[in-house]
């Protein structure tokens, strides 16, 4: 069983940074692509950056300039920097990855965490 787990969100004043956290745990042989996405109030689930197993990532052009995604595999955790905090970014964000589980022949498979709230207000 795998579980993720996001972490650091909060009541932030706009113009303040931001580190979110998820840790991957459970049976977990590899994990592929990570992502963040975020929901805002009243509108769809919006997808803000991926990163490969490799480091690669790739952002969402609203976000461009501010947000930062990096991961560390020894630790099975993914994270999302964000700068110069918006209104506009209040947000729960979800964790997202593709984990390999229990060995090299088993099929990765997309899991979910269950969100960390930010929210930008003055």
Avoid: H
Avoid at 1 to 17: C, H, I, T, W, Y
Avoid at 19 to 26: H, K, Q, V
Avoid at 79 to 102: F, H, M, W
């Amino acid at each position: 069983q795998v579980q993720l787990v996001e972490s650091g969100g909060g009541l932030v004043q706009p113009g303040r940074s931001l580190r979110l956290s998820c840790a991957a745990s459970g049976s977990i042989f590899s994990i592929d692509a990570m992502a963040w996405y975020r929901q805002a109030p009243g509108k769809e689930r919006e997808l803000v950056a991926t990163i490969a197993s490799g480091g690669s990532p790739n952002y969402a052009d609203s976000v461009k300039g501010r947000f930062t995604i990096s991961r560390d595999n020894a630790k099975n955790t993914v994270y999302l920097q964000i700068e110069s905090l918006k209104p506009e970014d209040t947000a729960v964000y979800y964790c997202n990855a593709a984990i390999r589980v229990g060995g090299p022949l088993n099929n990765a498979m997309g899991y979910w965490g269950k969100g960390t709230l930010v929210t930008v207000s003055s």
